[in-house]
């Protein structure tokens, strides 16, 4: 998209035509204003279709008008202007209107700038340019356009009146507080015929009447100063001017070397300093009053119109995008994520092994191992007899009976309470003395073993005796004797 | 001014705007639906990792006995005390240990099994199982004519490493014969099989892949 941009500075019947691309000057012409001029310029124009146009007016037909208004805000306040507006007999063809400031007397006032220029040439040709499709953007005048530009070169007072010289004539340009108020022009034709003083005189008048009519609408008083500014070259019969200042006025000139520094040099000879001035502040964009009608306005409205749709689209679009590119790239990064894990799966063991099965293996495991733990032999037990029995000699081992079954006396069934026992049988050899000592000996033995629990002596038919003896000493003879040991449960170690 | 004015200017960027709004907005659809596939599927993946996670934790905390099984199983198996019991496999170990360890001759009666159901045989049943597992259970009367009390000893100590220790001496009696002096020895065990105790289909080799 370029940024080509015709500026037409029309001064009277001279319209100078600035085409630029950015700030770098293209082509400067020079135009008469008639119709063939045009017909060739709106050729021109059109091919660029891109470009856009604003015209720059200095004019005698300009007018401005300082109207003040009560506050009133929203679309009340928008009718009141509108009606205001529409009272003045200016508003006809280019004009608009801008608010200066807000003034606080008996009630809350607007003050507001009616601008309004009689052109019937460039108004009758704006329906063209816009049947041709050019795009018009601005049109504004020269006085508008000095509150952009005066301020970065001359230190402002709240009070200035700039005078300036151009085809038309002195224009005279009031501003208060850098908002333009007022200008008018003092043609060249009445100021043609009278002598240098008289000039003097005449433009000192002039300005004297705008500082009376500046009192008069209580836009200055009389403690404050006026700033005079001359722009350009101050002509040679005008240089008395200073001293014929109907009060005390600041006199000022801003000379053509010091806009050129600030805004370049004029690239053409039919353009002024103040003109490179003027080009400055269109291409700075400032915002200032424009006099154009909507209807003008539309072609370059409807083309930022569509500019900023097919911005609106590019940045829903990218937008659109880059959340596909995002999701996207979740999608790939999970297909990743999804293979690894697919392989993680498949180089997992795969136990054919459900719980159920674990459960049973377990209690198979559990059980096995038990029986194995309970298991005893009677290899201690024929030890302990062994050890006992072969020391004694009036005694002889006839039977052994080893036994491991339940405990009767128990409650609960379970491998601590299985009993191991030994019915140990002997036969005394000889009933003598020595057979019933060893017979205590042999008891009192196995008592003191810590492997048994109980020695018991066991009697043939008394099973449902649970004990029987005598306070006489042991009777020994021949008959087989039987004692049984009950052994102590093995000692199971604690697991926790 | 108007939409209606600015209208005939912008319909055909606006349509055109639109089409390509809408086209990709169906694109960002579709990929959103793939997306949410993927990630059904992803999640699937996961929920059988966690699966197989936790049944290979399991396996692992049951390794012990696991690796106890897999170690013994086999030997069990060759005993056939993993199968129903069998009289002839019983006469045949006797006789083949009785050979090979050059044991006293013993004489054997090897008793029907009984068949044990869960919690049928809780009076012969040695140990108390937080498992009801079935069992047999088939007794065997031994008997020895021999010139010590111990001399049975051996015999009984080769058995029990021979059947690995699932073999339980009940009763054990030793009768010194004068004249002869000899001892009759008479002792009653009592062998148990697990036929049924496996888990069907499971094949003890499978625990190799264990962790």
Redesign the interface.
């Known amino acids: 998209m370029t940024n080509s941009h015709f500026v037409v500075l029309i001064d009277g019947m001279r319209w100078r035509v600035v085409y630029m691309r950015g700030k770098r000057f293209m082509v400067i012409r020079q135009v008469d204003a008639d119709e063939h001029s045009r017909h060739a310029l709106l050729m021109w124009w059109r091919e660029f279709p891109d470009a856009t146009i604003s015209f720059v007016t200095d004019e005698v037909a300009e007018h401005y008008h300082v109207e003040t208004i009560p506050h009133v805000q929203g679309a009340a306040g928008r009718q009141l202007l509108s009606r205001k507006l529409a009272a003045w007999p200016y508003a006809q063809g280019l004009f608009t209107a801008c608010q200066l400031d807000r003034t606080q007397a008996l009630r809350l006032e607007d003050r507001v700038l009616f601008i309004a220029l009689t052109s019937p040439a460039l108004s009758g040709w704006l329906p063209t340019l816009t049947q041709n499709a050019i795009r018009l953007k601005l049109i504004c005048t020269q006085a508008l356009l000095l509150t952009c530009w005066l301020p970065v070169m001359v230190p402002m007072s709240k009070h200035i009146v700039c005078l300036q010289y151009s085809c038309s004539g002195l224009r005279m340009s009031y501003l208060k507080d850098q908002r333009l108020f007022l200008s008018q022009v003092i043609t060249s034709q009445s100021l043609a015929v009278i002598s240098s003083d008289s000039k003097c005189i005449s433009v000192a008048e002039h300005i004297g009447q705008i500082y009376l009519y500046c009192k008069q609408q209580l836009w200055l008083n009389s403690e404050e100063s006026l700033q005079v500014l001359w722009l350009g070259k101050l002509p040679n019969d005008l240089q008395g001017l200073p001293h014929h200042l109907p009060f005390k006025a600041a006199w000022q000139v801003l000379s053509e070397h010091r806009m050129a520094d600030a805004f370049g040099q004029p690239p053409a000879a039919f353009l002024s300093a103040t003109d490179m001035a003027v080009l400055h502040a269109i291409n700075a964009r400032y915002p200032v009053p424009n006099l154009a009608p909507n209807e003008a306005l539309f072609v370059q409205s409807a083309a930022l119109a569509k500019r900023r749709l097919h911005v609106a689209g590019l940045v829903a679009t990218s937008l659109i995008l880059l959340s596909l590119a995002l999701v996207w790239h979740g999608i790939q990064a999970r297909q990743g994520l999804l293979e690894r894990d697919r392989y993680v799966l498949a180089q997992m063991p795969t136990p054919d092994l459900d719980s159920r099965a674990l459960t049973q293996l377990r209690g198979l495991t559990q059980t096995i191992e038990e029986i194995q733990s309970s298991v005893r032999m009677p290899h201690q037990a024929l030890h302990l007899a062994e050890q006992v029995l072969q020391p004694l000699v009036a005694w002889q081992l006839v039977e052994l009976t080893w036994q491991l079954s339940a405990d009767p006396t128990a409650e609960v069934e379970e491998a601590a309470h299985w009993q191991e026992t030994l019915l140990v049988g002997v036969q005394a050899t000889h009933p003598n003395k020595q057979a019933e000592d060893e017979w205590l000996q042999m008891l009192s033995h196995f008592k003191r073993l810590p492997a048994l629990a109980r020695v018991e002596v066991v009697t043939p038919g008394a099973a449902h005796i649970e004990r029987k003896g005598g306070t006489l000493p042991v009777l020994i003879d021949d008959r087989p004797m039987t004692l049984k040991l009950h052994f102590a449960p093995p000692v199971t170690e604690d697991k926790s | ?1 108007t939409l209606k ?2 209208w005939p ?2 319909s055909r ?2 349509m055109a ?1 639109l089409a ?2 809408t086209l ?2 169906l ?2 659809l579709s ?2 639906h ?2 949410s596939d ?2 059904q ?2 999640d699937d ?2 929920g ?2 966690l699966q ?2 936790q ?2 934790d ?2 692992t905390r ?1 390794h012990s ?2 690796h ?2 897999h170690q ?1 199983g086999l030997r ?1 198996q060759q005993l056939g005390l993993l199968s129903p019991a069998s009289a002839d496999r019983i006469e045949r170990d006797l006789v083949a240990l009785q050979q090979s360890q050059s044991l006293p001759h013993v004489m054997y009666e090897i008793g029907l099994p009984v068949v044990c159901a869960a919690g049928a045989c ?2 012969r ?7 009801a ?1 079935p ?1 047999t259970m088939t007794p065997l009367q031994l008997r020895w004519r021999v010139a010590h ?2 001399d049975v ?1 051996k015999w ?2 080769l058995l ?1 490493e021979y059947y ?13 014969q004068q004249p002869a002096r000899q001892i009759e020895v008479q002792c009653g065990l009592e062998l ?1 099989n ?1 036929p049924h ?4 289909h ?2 003890l080799s ?1 625990l190799q ?3």
């Open positions: 001014m004015n600015y200017f912008l960027a606006l705007w390509t709004l990709l907005f694109g960002r990929l959103e793939l997306r993927v990630q599927q992803l993946v996961h059988k990792i197989r996670q049944q290979v399991s396996l049951a006995a696991l106890m099984f013994k069990w809780e009076s049943w040695p140990v108390l199982s937080a498992e597992i069992f009390e111990a000893l009984l100590q029990s690995s220790g699932i073999l339980l001496v009940r009763q054990c009696s030793w009768k010194h148990f697990f105790a496996l888990p069907a499971f094949n499978s892949t264990l962790p």
